[in-house]
């Protein structure tokens, strides 16, 4: 097979990737090093890849270990210099002998894809926890509940004082408003993913019609849209759930602005090309954007605004985001927030075909 043939897959990388052999002459650069050089792989071929550093020493050293086999793979922190460009690029540099002699293999992941990347496997990692913890929660909460508003029941039938009565029924009462609270929490779970053709725009409208249908004085939803993107298949009434949860938030966190004529919520779709999220490249993705102009979401809680029970505002329940979160990544999706006072912006992504 062809040196370059056998290469060609690093193309559908989003990280930079280069082979080399000897002291670092380069036999291959995929797409994405030839987007970070500003160079064509014709022109880099041959060329010392060292020379690219600010310090080339690490480089070259790690070289020399690859292919004497004193490490699988070695790691570190480096400046890649690039063409028409006065700043250097930090990088993540991974050093990788191959089964061929002499050569090697670096890829170069930015610093801040790699934060990025990092950022996704906590939130997916949270989100699973999550998971589990709101199912097992909710069980161990369930059982109980029916035998105390059923003794409730029992006990108020025995009694003759009216007043005593009004005991029981606060018991009942509060016994059936944690029955409601666990079947929200469970009902993402017990409902089937119900597939079909998804319009993202169909599901915008309809939130957009629920919103304004609340919040009818005050308040503009803003179509940002780009109708170019194609259908999928997905559960639409999930999605409508999803978006309509964020949207809620975002509505009752402009109170304030909304009062005075001023709340803004924008709904925003674009599509994304040769993506990487949640461990997994993409030819194509939806990103659809929820933002508000409103106070922004508390540093108290801007970690955790995706955990169960977790809510910035005074009765709110804390599991619409939570909700939001599991509907999205049971499309293989992933929400993201970036808040500041002024402006919060959550945004979800998911695979087109």
Not at 88 to 116: G, N
Request: charged share 25%.
């Amino acid at each position: 097979m062809n040196k370059v043939a056998r290469f060609q897959s690093f193309d559908l990388l989003a990280t930079p990737v280069a082979v080399m052999q000897g002291q670092g002459r380069i036999r291959f650069v995929n797409a994405a090093l030839e987007d970070a050089l500003g160079m064509s792989r014709r022109t880099l071929y041959d060329m010392h890849l060292p020379d690219f550093f600010l310090d080339p020493q690490p480089l070259v050293s790690a070289l020399v270990g690859a292919q004497s086999n004193e490490f699988a793979a070695l790691r570190y922190e480096a400046q890649l210099r690039r063409l028409h460009h006065e700043d250097t690029l930090p990088v993540h540099v991974i050093v990788a002998a191959t089964d061929e002699p002499d050569e090697v293999i670096v890829e170069l992941m930015p610093v801040e894809q790699q934060t990025r990347q990092e950022r996704e496997e906590r939130l997916l990692d949270q989100a699973q926890a999550n998971k589990e913890l709101i199912r097992n929660l909710a069980h161990e909460i369930k059982n109980p509940l029916g035998g105390i508003r059923g003794s409730a029941q029992l006990l108020e039938m025995e009694l003759n004082d009216k007043e005593l009565s009004e005991y029981t029924q606060v018991i009942i009462h509060e016994a059936d408003r944690l029955q409601t609270l666990v079947d929200r929490l469970l009902a993402p779970h017990r409902r089937p993913h119900v597939v079909g053709d998804v319009n993202i725009h169909e599901v915008c409208e309809r939130v957009r019609a629920l919103i304004l249908a609340e919040f009818p004085r005050g308040l503009k939803v803003v179509r940002d849209y780009d109708i170019s993107i194609p259908e999928f298949r997905g559960d639409r009434e999930q999605l409508i759930q999803a978006v309509l949860n964020i949207a809620h938030n975002a509505a009752q966190a402009l109170q304030e602005r909304i009062a005075q004529g001023e709340g803004q919520i924008t709904l925003r779709t674009r599509i994304l090309r040769q993506v990487t999220f949640g461990k997994q490249r993409y030819r194509l993705a939806l990103e659809l954007h929820v933002m508000d102009n409103g106070p922004g979401v508390p540093d108290s809680i801007k970690d955790r605004i995706f955990f169960p029970l977790i809510s910035g505002r005074e009765g709110g329940s804390g599991l619409g985001l939570t909700l939001a979160q599991t509907f999205v990544q049971q499309h293989h999706g992933m929400i993201e927030c970036d808040s500041e006072p002024g402006r919060t912006d959550f945004k979800i992504l998911i695979p087109l075909p």
